[in-house]
């Protein structure tokens, strides 16, 4: 089966039909102040809770056409998530948050991963977050999954397949843009929880397609 296929990088970028590795680029601009840390960390009265309803008004640069989507999550076995933009516009991602959820829904702001200033989500492009990873670094990394893109990110939190968990797509200044609850034991290792039809539908049963358009059992 052919996948839609793209190139993520941190400027725009184009995609293909055939199957290509996506390929990361740092900006020579970026600097140590892109990093992560407490001192970046949002105050605590912009953490989201289990009444924050994900407001798209908020979403970064998708006032025009842009639409950012969670669009496949793998908490079964492997951990990561998917995120796609469905929209015909170009996605700002800098200083952009996944997060992962606390034990009262509400998006878990303390270990939040930050895509760093510069980064780009053409139409149609995917990007991979790798969770669960214990020394997860900043910025593109090329430890990713086994047929999958070769550049990813890693975040360190962890996604609960037997409780279930909720997936927060943050602003930077920490308000929801968007969220998709993984059910509690929603699939088995050889499967994801993903939209059907591709970036646009239900989340439903997947087989895993990572960096690619999802696909049916």
Same mark, same amino acid.
């Given at each position: 089966?052919?996948?839609?296929?793209?190139?993520?990088?941190?400027?725009?970028?184009?995609?293909?039909?055939?199957?290509?590795?996506?390929?990361?680029?740092?900006? =020579?601009?970026? !600097? &140590? @102040?892109? %990093? +992560? $840390?407490?001192?970046? #960390? *949002? /105050?605590?009265? =912009?953490?989201? !809770? &289990? @009444?924050? %309803? +994900? $407001?798209?008004?908020? #979403? *970064? /640069?998708?006032?025009?056409?842009?639409?950012?989507?969670?669009?496949?999550?793998?908490?079964?076995?492997?951990?990561?998530?998917?995120?796609?933009?469905?929209?015909?516009?170009?996605?700002?991602?800098?200083?952009?948050?996944?997060?992962?959820?606390?034990?009262?829904?509400?998006?878990?702001?303390?270990?939040?991963?930050?895509?760093?200033?510069?980064?780009?989500?053409?139409?149609?492009?995917?990007?991979?977050?790798?969770?669960?990873?214990?020394?997860?670094?900043?910025?593109?990394?090329?430890?990713?999954?086994?047929?999958?893109?070769?550049?990813?990110?890693?975040?360190?939190?962890?996604?609960?397949?037997?409780?279930?968990?909720?997936?927060?797509?943050?602003?930077?200044?920490?308000?929801?843009?968007?969220?998709?609850?993984?059910?509690?034991?929603?699939?088995?290792?050889?499967?994801?929880?993903?939209?059907?039809?591709?970036?646009?539908?239900?989340?439903?049963?997947?087989?895993?397609?990572?960096?690619?358009?999802?696909?049916?059992?």
């Amino acid at each position: 089966m052919k996948h839609l296929t793209c190139f993520f990088v941190l400027a725009l970028a184009g995609c293909s039909e055939s199957r290509v590795d996506p390929l990361i680029e740092v900006d =020579a601009g970026a !600097d &140590a @102040a892109i %990093t +992560p $840390d407490v001192a970046r #960390t *949002p /105050d605590a009265t =912009a953490t989201p !809770d &289990a @009444a924050v %309803t +994900p $407001d798209a008004s908020v #979403t *970064p /640069d998708v006032g025009g056409a842009g639409r950012l989507v969670i669009n496949e999550i793998s908490a079964a076995g492997d951990e990561w998530v998917e995120l796609f933009n469905a929209g015909a516009a170009p996605i700002d991602l800098s200083d952009v948050q996944l997060a992962d959820s606390e034990s009262d829904g509400g998006a878990r702001l303390s270990r939040a991963m930050r895509f760093p200033r510069g980064a780009m989500l053409s139409p149609g492009q995917y990007v991979l977050v790798l969770a669960n990873q214990a020394d997860a670094g900043v910025g593109p990394q090329t430890t990713c999954l086994d047929g999958g893109p070769t550049t990813c990110f890693h975040a360190g939190w962890s996604l609960s397949a037997s409780r279930g968990e909720t997936v927060w797509v943050l602003s930077p200044t920490g308000a929801a843009v968007a969220s998709e609850l993984y059910p509690m034991n929603a699939t088995d290792a050889g499967s994801t929880w993903g939209r059907l039809p591709n970036g646009t539908g239900a989340f439903a049963l997947n087989r895993p397609t990572p960096g690619a358009s999802n696909a049916a059992p």
